[in-house]
Structures are given as C-alpha cells and as structure tokens.
C-alpha cells in the first residue's frame, strides 16, 4: 500500500504496521502503547481505509485513525509531518523515496 503524508510518499513493507512504517521513514508520531490504549499515536486521516482486528479501548474521533494497532486496508494519506531534524533520516530508510520520482 502507498502512504502519503505532508512531506513524503512511501510503500508500506510486508508484515510492517502504519506506526513502524512512519517511524521507519522519519515522521513525528508519538506513542505509548503499540496497542490501541493510550491514543497518544493518533493521527489525521485525509483519505483511504483501515480496519482494527478488536476496538481500540482509546478514544479515536472522526478523521483520525491509530497507527500503532490498525490494519491497512487501502492507500492513504495522512496529515503527518517528517521530525523537524531530517537530517537524522537516513536515505535509504525510504523504500522507495517516491517522491524523487516524480
């Protein structure tokens, strides 16, 4: 699946959950749990799709989705920006950087 976000575009990798995916390719989500508990990885859905295999036990409002315990179910686009010091980010943590495709 494709993810979008603010500042880049990237395939999301076999067997890899939305909040790996965001923290493999630099972007700034917070988090706690990894479970659907606490909320704190909550984030902006612009458009696509996902599922949860049970119901998050926090609190998600209309247009926010949880990254750490969600299923993909279509590409998305999310309102989430890379860490402010990208400097940080290593190149080949994009697979692929599809942005410098275009």
């Known amino acids: 699946m494709e993810i979008i976000t603010r500042d880049h575009r990237f395939l999301l990798q076999e067997n890899e959950n939305l909040l790996e995916a ?14 659907g508990y606490c909320g704190a990885c909550r984030v902006k859905i612009l458009s696509g799709s996902v599922s949860y295999p049970s119901t998050p036990l926090a609190y998600i409002g209309q247009g926010e989705i949880l990254p750490c ?9 999310l309102d989430v920006a890379l860490k402010e010091h990208t400097a940080e980010r290593q190149k ?7 942005f410098d495709e275009e």
């Open 92 to 98: 080949d943590l994009f697979v692929p950087d599809l």
């Open 22 to 35: 965001l923290e493999r390719t630099g972007h700034e989500v917070a988090y706690q749990c990894r479970s």
């Open 69 to 77: 315990c969600c299923r993909v179910q279509s590409d998305l686009q």
